[in-house]
C-alpha cells in the first residue's frame, strides 16, 4: 500500500504554514482521511520540531485507514510523485490567495488570533482524469477537498447525482456541518471498490454502523447492503447489539431488507414465549445431572431475576402461571414418593429399590425450593405459600422418612418463613397460622441435622425468619405456638430454633404492655 501526504495548512497573521497528514492509499486508488485527534497529534508535533532547532523529524502519526505507510516529505513527493505534486501546488496556490487576503484585510485588534482551519486534500482513483471537487466543512476547522469522478459519484449515490443533475456544469460541491468528516471520505472512496463487502471485513461494528449512516445519507445503496451484511453475519459483542438494532431499526428506507440483521434478535416463530419458557423449566427440573442440574438452575433464576423489572404485567402473569404449574407437580409427584417411602411393603425392598426412591424425592424436594427461591425474588410466592401450608397430609408423612432423606424439604418450609419475615411475600393470616402447625413441628425435628449437614443453611436468618412469622398473627395465636417451642428448647436446646427474640416481644406484648397502657390511661384521667 502507497501512502500519500496530505498538505495541511495554518494560517495566522504573517506566515503561511503547510503541514503534512499521512493518508494511507487503498488498492482501489483511495486515501483515507485521518480522524480529528491525529490532526490534533500531528499540529502538536510539528509545533514541537518548529521549537526544537535541527530536531530529528516528528514520528508519522497513525492513520484510521485500514493500513499504514511511512511519512513522505513534501519534497521527495515533489520529485517522485507529479500526480500527488499537482494537488499540494493546488494547495499552495490555494494557501497565497489566502495569504493575501489576510493582508488585504488584516484583524481588527491586535491581540485577536486567526482562526486555525485544517486543510486536507484527498484523491481518488486517477487524479488526472478527476473532473469534481467535493469540499466537507466539518467540526474544529478542518476542511477536506475531495478530488472525484461525476460518473463515479452520479453512478452509486442519489444525493450526488440530485446535486449534479440541477446545474451543470458543476465543478464544486460543498458539504458544510459535517458530522464525520473521516468516515464520509471512507464511504466516498468504497464508490470506487468494486466489492465493497470485502472491503469491510477487517473493519470493526462500530466503525461499519458509522459507515451505515453516511452511506445512507448519501443513497449509497451498494454499501448500504453491504454493512448490513456485514452486520448479519459478523459477531456482536457486549453493548454493539444495543447499537446495531437501533441503528438498523432508524434506517428511513425498508428496501434495503434489514430484517436478516434483526431475526438475530426477534423471531418470526409462532410458538409464544411462554411456552418456550415452561419447556425450559420442565428440562432443569426432570434433569438428574447433579452439576448441569445445579448450574442452570442457578443461571435460569439469576436471568429471571435481572429481567423481572422489564417485565410487563402480562409477561409476569405467564411466567408465574408457568411456575406455579410446575409447583403443583412438584408437589403432587413429591407426595406420591412419600406415600410409597413409607408403605409398610417399601421397608422390606432391597437397598436397590429404595435408593432411587429416595433421590427422587431429594430432587423433588429441590425442584421445589428452587422454584420458591424464584417465586420470592419475583415477590410472587404467596399463591405457593398457601400450596405447601396446605399440605396435611405430606406433613403427616414427614416423620416417617429417614432425616437424610427428607431434610430439603424442611429447607422448603424454612425458606417461606424467610420470605415472610422479609415481606417478600405477603399470605394471609389463615395461611400464615396453617403453615405454623403443619409445618413447624417437622422443620424443628429437622434442625439439628440442617445445621450440621446443609451447607447453605443459615440459622440466624431462618430463626429471624420464624419468630418474625409468628409475630404476625394475634397474641393468642402467638402464646400458643411460643408456648410449645418453649417445651421443645427446654428438652433439646441448640436442636431446635433459637426463638428468644419472638418469645421477648411476645412477654412484653402479653406482661408489660398492658399495664403500662393502663398506668398511661389513668394518668391522663
Known amino acids: 500500500m502507497a501512502e500519500l501526504k496530505a498538505a495541511t495548512a495554518t494560517l495566522d497573521a504573517r506566515t503561511t504554514k503547510i503541514r503534512n497528514v499521512p493518508i494511507a492509499v487503498t488498492p482501489e486508488g483511495f486515501w483515507c482521511c485521518p480522524s480529528q485527534a491525529v490532526l490534533q497529534k500531528t499540529a502538536k508535533n510539528q509545533n514541537q520540531q518548529a521549537k526544537t532547532k535541527g ?171 453491504s454493512c448490513l451484511d456485514y452486520l448479519e453475519a459478523v459477531p456482536w459483542v457486549g453493548e454493539e447489539e444495543e447499537n446495531v438494532v437501533s441503528s438498523v431499526r432508524n434506517l428511513q428506507s425498508e428496501s434495503y431488507g434489514v430484517s436478516p440483521v434483526l431475526k438475530r434478535v426477534a423471531s418470526d416463530l409462532t410458538t409464544p414465549p411462554n411456552d418456550t419458557f415452561s419447556h425450559i423449566i420442565e428440562l432443569v427440573l426432570r434433569s438428574n445431572e447433579d452439576r448441569g442440574r445445579r448450574e442452570m438452575k442457578s443461571l435460569v433464576q439469576k436471568l429471571l431475576k435481572e429481567n423481572s423489572t422489564t417485565c410487563t404485567s402480562g409477561s409476569s402473569d405467564l411466567c408465574a402461571e408457568t411456575l406455579y404449574r410446575s409447583c403443583q407437580n412438584c408437589l403432587e409427584s413429591l407426595l406420591t414418593l412419600f406415600q410409597q417411602a413409607t408403605d409398610i411393603d417399601f421397608a422390606e425392598q432391597p437397598l436397590n429399590i429404595k435408593e432411587p426412591v429416595f433421590r427422587q424425592i431429594a430432587l423433588e424436594a429441590d425442584n421445589l425450593l428452587w422454584l420458591a427461591e424464584i417465586l420470592a425474588d419475583r415477590n410472587a410466592a404467596d399463591e405457593f405459600a398457601v400450596m405447601w401450608a396446605s399440605q396435611r397430609d405430606l406433613a403427616g408423612l414427614h416423620s416417617k422418612l429417614p432425616v437424610k432423606s427428607r431434610h430439603l424439604v424442611s429447607c422448603v418450609t424454612a425458606r417461606l418463613f424467610v420470605a415472610i419475615g422479609k415481606g417478600e411475600m405477603l399470605p394471609s393470616k389463615d395461611t400464615r397460622r396453617l403453615l405454623l402447625d403443619n409445618w413447624l413441628q417437622p422443620l424443628m425435628d429437622d434442625y439439628n441435622w440442617l445445621q450440621h449437614g446443609c451447607r447453605s443453611f443459615d440459622r440466624k436468618v431462618v430463626e429471624e425468619g420464624i419468630g418474625r412469622t409468628i409475630l404476625t398473627l394475634p397474641l393468642e395465636d402467638q402464646q400458643t405456638i411460643l408456648l410449645s417451642w418453649l417445651g421443645s428448647f427446654l428438652k433439646v436446646g441448640d436442636s431446635c430454633p433459637n426463638l428468644q427474640k419472638a418469645f421477648e416481644v411476645w412477654w412484653r406484648r402479653t406482661f408489660i404492655r398492658p399495664y403500662a397502657e393502663h398506668r398511661s390511661q389513668s394518668g391522663q384521667s
Open 55 to 225: 530536531g530529528a523529524s516528528p514520528p508519522a502519526s497513525k492513520a484510521s485507514s485500514i493500513q499504514r505507510a511511512p511519512t513522505i516529505s513534501s519534497e521527495r513527493r515533489t520529485h517522485s510523485t507529479p500526480t500527488r505534486s499537482k494537488i499540494n501546488s493546488e494547495e499552495q496556490r490555494c494557501l497565497s490567495g489566502s495569504r493575501e487576503n489576510a493582508t488585504t484585510n488584516p484583524p481588527k485588534a491586535v491581540n485577536e488570533r486567526p482562526q486555525k482551519q485544517h486543510k486536507i486534500s484527498v484523491g481518488f482513483g486517477q487524479l488526472d482524469m478527476s473532473d469534481l471537487k467535493v469540499v466537507l466543512y466539518g467540526k474544529d476547522g478542518v476542511a477536506v477537498k475531495m478530488s472525484v469522478h461525476k460518473n463515479i459519484l452520479a453512478e452509486n449515490s442519489t444525493f450526488f447525482a440530485d446535486k449534479l443533475s440541477r446545474q451543470s456544469p458543476v465543478s464544486t460541491i460543498e458539504v458544510t456541518d459535517c458530522e464525520d468528516v473521516e468516515i464520509y471520505v471512507e464511504t466516498v472512496g468504497l464508490m470506487y471498490c468494486s466489492d465493497v463487502k470485502q472491503r469491510l471485513i477487517k473493519q470493526t461494528v462500530p466503525r461499519v454502523l458509522r459507515i451505515l449512516k453516511v452511506a445512507e445519507l448519501l443513497g449509497f445503496g451498494a454499501c448500504v447492503i
